[in-house]
């Protein structure tokens, strides 16, 4: 079945450094990736997607690549600030999956990430 | 206001009690899920439905019920609660057709403490 990795966390890092939290994952259609942000004491929330092969999805300075030959789907920052403190999850749908995958995303263990003044 | 709201915020409860969750959406969405959150799990699915008549099991089923009231409702309920069962718990809404039905939105999370 599918299934989503991500970096083992927590990650620290101080303000204005250059973040990477890595993701792969294992689908056997052609799935859409997403990345969500759990800020604290609050629900998930979209924070950028991409839907096909070498798509870039981006959003609040964050960027992420679909690499269909690595099958993974990076999230990268160039400068990270206090408040993108939080909690991480990469994660998979597959529009044309059938049976027990259809209609569902597939979410990563989430990476939590703390960045100092 | 909130386009999807859980209530309670958080709630303590005893072994063996029966309790319920409850979620609802202002999104006008069909499909409506139910997950929870442990540390360093993630997010498992517990039950999802793609309409007021469409309810499957996820994940980890079992110990849960769900009922869809109507298109805006869906509520979780734990018959028998037992320890294991204190998590985080997020209803989410998506789409029922289109790419966006790849996209769910979340409410704030039910914290439920089980002693």
């Known amino acids: 079945g599918d299934s989503v990795t991500q970096m083992e966390g927590p990650v620290t890092l101080s303000e204005e450094a250059f973040l990477t939290i890595n993701c792969t994952y294992t689908?056997?259609?052609?799935?859409?990736l997403f990345w969500y942000v759990q800020y604290p004491g609050e629900g998930l929330q979209l924070l950028l997607k991409a839907t096909k092969a070498d798509d870039k999805g981006s959003n609040k300075g964050f960027e992420a690549t679909y690499r269909k030959e690595t099958t993974s789907f990076h999230l990268e920052k160039g400068s990270v600030q206090v408040s993108d403190s939080a909690v991480y999850f990469c994660?998979?749908?597959?529009?044309?999956?059938?049976?027990?995958?259809?209609?569902?995303?597939?979410f990563g263990q989430g990476t939590i990430l703390t960045v100092h003044p | 206001d909130a386009d999807v709201t859980q209530t309670p915020r958080n709630r303590i409860t005893k072994t063996g009690k029966r309790i319920m969750l409850e979620c609802s959406q202002t999104k006008g969405h069909d499909r409506m899920y139910w997950y929870r959150q442990d540390p360093g799990l993630g997010l498992r699915l517990i039950y999802y439905s793609f309409d007021v008549k469409d309810i499957n099991k996820g994940e980890i089923s079992d110990g849960y019920s769900v009922s869809r009231q109507a298109q805006a409702k869906f509520s979780l309920s734990l018959e028998s609660a037992i320890p294991n069962q204190t998590a985080l718990y997020f209803c989410?809404?998506?789409?029922?057709?289109?790419?966006?039905?790849?996209?769910?939105?979340f409410g704030a999370g039910t914290r439920l403490s089980v002693l």
């Open positions: 989410a809404t998506a789409e029922g057709s289109g790419e966006a039905k790849n996209i769910q939105y």
């Open positions: 689908a056997t259609g052609y799935p859409s």
């Open positions: 994660a998979l749908s597959d529009p044309f999956a059938g049976g027990t995958s259809y209609g569902k995303l597939t």
